[in-house]
């Protein structure tokens, strides 16, 4: 049994899953594809919150994209997990305002 614990384990389940369609070699790896497929489950996002669906049906729509992200990932070669460290890195530093009545932080280009 895997640890589920783990990013690498997400990760590999990712990698497997494009391995048994062979996305590398059937166009599942192009990153303009990718886009779309992207898009389309931050649709179903988006309809899950808007037509007031269940929490489930939101888990399991926010789990869609979140496996695409990681298959983008591994289609553009990069190490998630270190953007992501290092990302955190960078908006723990950055500075919040309300705007039009909710948080946004942001590099505020005025300041
Ligand atoms: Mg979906």
Redesign the pocket.
Known sequence: MVNRDSYDAMLAAVQAFHDKHDFKNTGGEELTYRIALMTE?LG?IAEAVTKGKSREVLA??VA?LFILLFGTAIAADFDLKQAFWEKMEKIMQRESRMVNGRIRVSEFRDS
């Open positions: 489950e179903e399991e729509e869609d």
